[in-house]
Structures are given as C-alpha cells and as structure tokens.
C-alpha cells in the first residue's frame, strides 16, 4: 500500500485499522491547515480573493495576498510553521513504517504449493534438474515419467522416446526443437517466450545475441503468468545486461519473482540481506526457501545456526519442513530415474 492510500484511508473515513497514528497526524495537520479548497483567505489580514495565491515558502501551509503580508506575519507563523513541518515529517516517516511493514507481509509470506506433475500427478521438485518443458504440448513433467518405460496392451516395453503426455516424438535435431519453441511462442506460451529471451541473451541455438531482445522477451513472458522470469530481469539489472546497473531495481525485481514463487531468487535475496548485516531478513528468507524445498538454504540456515546466528529451534522447524516437502515430490519411481541417470536427480 502506498503512502498516498494510507493518507486516502483517513480522508475518506474508512476504517482505520493499524493505520491509527498515521490519521490522527493527518487530523492534527487538517486542523492547522489555512488552506481551504475553494476559498484562498491572506493569514495576516484575512482578505479572501483568487489573488491569495502568496504561500510560505517552508511548509506551503499559509497564503497570503502579498510579500508584505507574509513578511508582516513571519514571526507569528514561524512556530506554527514549525510545528506543521514536524507533523509533516513524522506523518511521512509512520506512513513509510506502514508500507514496509505491508510489503514485508507479501514478501515473506508462504505461497500455495506448486503444481503437480501432469501424468503422475505428484507435486513437481523445485529442483530444476527434477522436471522438464515438454516444448511439443508446453505440459512440465517430471523426470520420473521422462524416465519411465512405456509398455503396450501385451505388456512389452516400447521406444519411450516420445513426449509422455502427447505422445509426441522427440526431436532428434536442434532445428525442430527450435521451430517447436517459436510455434510455442505464437500461441502465448508463456515458459517458451522465456527460453527464446534466454537463448538471445546467450546468442546460442542460432540466435544472435541481444540483451535488448532478451529483456523485452523476459517482460512479456512475466506479463502472461510466467513470474521466475523477474529473476532474470533482476540480474540484467544487478549485473548491467542490456540496462544500466541499478541495484535497487534489481532487487526489486528479485523481490518480485520470490513473491512469484521463485525460490532461488529468494535464496539470493538472503545471501543479499546477510551480505548486508541483516541476518534477520536472511535468515526469514532462507526459512521460506526451505519449506519450499531448496536445499542450499537449509544448508545456510544450518550454517547460520552453527555459528551461532540462528537457534536451534529456527534449524529443526526448516529441517522438518524440508522433510515434509521431500515427502510431498518423492517416488518410487522418481527415484529409479535418480538412481540410473544423474541428469534426474531430483532433490
């Protein structure tokens, strides 16, 4: 909520919540205000007209007809002036209170878990290496039914390479994995238009290399749901990739994608804050990370607590909560895959 809604809040009389101190500022500061909307009265002699147009110059409190008059009543307004200022500033100051304290409720808030795996209908791993885009139907399957014999009516195992969930041959060339991405990318696929701005960003696969192109590629995928693309978009901002370097643009687009549901952008968050002195903010972000299923920040978090910068009771909560997640996405059959190809690893 921005400052401005926070003021709006009191003026139209709505319920004021946490928001008290900040409305009884803004009543005080209306109380001394000598400016009316419709009619502009001089605070030394009391003329009204349109012509009272001569305001302090500190607090833009007071109108006046003329320099005449506002120098005439400088001593009398001087302490009101003064005391409106301090009003002003502390109204601003618990209005940015506010604000930091309602971004930091969705910024660490647990977000609803993730999808399942479209055939198995397990709950996808956070690991990356744990699931795949099928670029065919734009369906995200896990590795376990990448991995998993197919069989036919009569029970006898058949070629498994084709696309789980359409059936779908898989490309054996770069040029048809390439064409099915852009035909992906026409139908407003939001995870293929990210793959293209990536491969702009590398110059690989064929694409020239444009950060430009990239940037505006993540924005549109970012646009149609696709919100892990504000990490990219974050690190052309931290880094100078097509931008110029802006740090707190990039964490504001860091911010945004671990909002979104991104957990290494939440991990790099904390690496950020403890980097910073601000261990609580770290240790907040990593604790979110965890429960979600990334395993380097419970790794922190156990750093963190080993030096004594965490208790004990903050790494046994991440640790059952990352065991409830490992409890969630395992399976027999995800772990076959694990065991018989590293690229399937999972967790």
Known sequence: MSTSNISKICKDGASKSNNDDVCELEEKLQKMSTVDDNVSVCANCGKEGDDINNICNKCKNATYCNAACKKKHRHKHKKECEEYLRLAAEKHDEELRIAAELHDIELFKQLPQKEDCSICFVRLPTLKQGKTYM?????????????APVYDNHGNEVDNQKC????????????????????????????????????????????????????????????????????????????????????????????????????????????????????????????????????????????????????????????????????????????????????????
């Open 135 to 147: 670029n065919c139907c734009g369906k995200i399957i896990c590795n376990g039914c990448i991995y």
């Open 164 to 347: 789980p969930f359409c059936r779908t041959p898989t490309p054996t060339k770069d040029e048809e994995m390439i064409k099915r991405y852009k035909k992906r990318v026409e139908l407003n696929d939001a995870y293929a238009i990210y793959t293209i701005g990536v491969y702009y960003r590398e110059g690989s696969n064929g694409f020239p290399q444009s950060f430009a192109k990239a940037l505006e590629l993540y924005h549109r995928a970012v646009e149609l749901g696709y919100t892990e693309a504000y990490t990219s978009i974050g690190y052309a901002y931290d880094h100078g990739r097509g931008v110029e370097v802006e740090k707190k643009k990039a964490i504001y687009y860091y911010e945004l994608a671990a909002m979104g549901g991104d957990e290494a952008a939440r991990h790099n968050l904390g690496i950020k804050e403890a980097k910073a002195g601000n261990e609580g903010r770290a240790l907040k972000h990593f604790m979110v990370a965890a429960r979600d299923g990334y395993a380097k920040s419970l790794e922190n978090i156990k750093l963190m607590y080993s030096y004594g910068r965490a208790t004990k009771e903050d790494y046994m909560t991440a640790l059952q909560s990352y065991q409830v997640y490992l409890g969630e996405i395992k399976s027999k059959q995800r772990d076959e895959a694990a065991a018989a190809d590293d690229q399937y690893r999972y967790y």
